[in-house]
């Protein structure tokens, strides 16, 4: 018997959470805008680089989505001076996942 069945025992009438608004949770803590982020690629010091710029939001929001974006790629990068940096030329993946979120997104460059 693990735990859930103990609790279950003891407390019969509780509903638990379902994880389908654990997700929209995710999607609805950044805010989003109705301009597209702007992704471009470019090259420094001959090794190729993702640049989003063009946030509207709280700094903070932007934070938290290269983190995500981050952690979601496996890659390197940075956040400054409001813009994100990704490490490769990443665009289509970048794209599809902000898309995903509900970003408008317009591609530059290459």
């Not at 018997?1 to 929209?24: A, C, I, R, Y």
């Not at 995500?68 to 794209?95: A, C, P, Y």
Request: one cysteine or more.
């Amino acid at each position: 018997m693990d735990l859930k069945d103990q609790l279950k025992n003891l407390f019969p009438d509780h509903v638990s959470e379902s994880s389908e608004t654990d997700n929209s949770d995710e999607q609805s803590d950044i805010w989003l805008q109705d301009d597209p982020i702007i992704c471009k690629y470019v090259k420094r010091k001959g090794k190729p680089i993702t640049i989003l710029e063009g946030y509207t939001g709280a700094t903070e929001d932007f934070k938290k989505l290269a983190k995500e974006l981050k952690t979601k790629l496996s890659v390197g990068g940075s956040f400054k001076d409001d813009k994100i940096i990704i490490q490769g030329d990443l665009r289509d993946k970048i794209m599809t996942l902000l898309k995903e979120k509900g970003f408008n997104v317009k591609r530059v460059g290459g």
